[in-house]
């Protein structure tokens, strides 16, 4: 498999989404061949599972279904999206990935974080991002930014606490301590143009 995978991780309103789409057209314009998606989805089957995790209506969701449907949704996106495309040498750019699960499945809703793991590692069969940029944002800051911001959609993880959106910064903080090989933190308090600067830096210099 030749091509590289990059996740971008990160609180609810961190601009991870906005810096990905700046970082994927800048790659393509340095002559990378770059694909962009999310999780939960990218594909059409994830989409729908997407559908059913974040519908507001399900608030008597249990954690480990929860847990469980975001592994289901990524090993389909893995192998129906991001595996094809590294084995035809792409950038893969992924907006949040199995960190996502550790921090809020595995941390924030007290699962744990090592039973989360094992269930992903189910789903990904050892296929971990080669490379995993974390927006650092206090989340009451994140909050904030995305209740002014109109045009989001607000889901059921949305609705949780300030709390809980602690809970998955403090565990992001963690995991970049477990995996600092391949997580590299950026501070995404920084004005957005500032960030994708760092962001784009961080990703060029992990390419040489
Ligand atoms: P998004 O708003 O970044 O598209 O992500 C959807 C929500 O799903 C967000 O609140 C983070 C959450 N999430 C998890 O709890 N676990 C996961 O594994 C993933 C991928 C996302």
Known sequence: ???LFITFEGVE????????????????????????????????????????????????????????LYAAAR?????????????????????????????YQGYARGIGVDEVFQINQFAIEDRMPDLTILFELDPQVGLERIHDNQSREQNRLDLEKLDFHQKVYEAYKHLK????????????????????QVCEKTIKGFLK
């Open 177 to 196: 301590t477990r995996f600092p090989e391949r997580i590299t933190a950026i501070d995404a308090n920084q004005d957005l143009s500032h960030v994708k």
């Open 1 to 3: 498999m030749s091509g």
């Open 13 to 68: 309103g961190a601009g991870k989404t906005t810096v990905l789409k700046y970082i994927a057209d800048q790659m393509e314009l340095s002559g990378y061949e770059v694909i962009t998606t999310r999780e939960p989805g990218g594909i059409e089957i994830a989409e729908k599972i997407r559908e059913i995790i974040l519908d507001t209506k399900h608030t008597a969701m249990d954690g480990r279904t929860e847990a469980l």
């Open 75 to 103: 090993r389909q996106h893995l192998v129906e999206r991001v595996i094809p495309a590294l084995e035809a040498g792409k950038i893969v750019l992924c907006d949040r990935f199995i960190d996502s699960s550790l921090a």
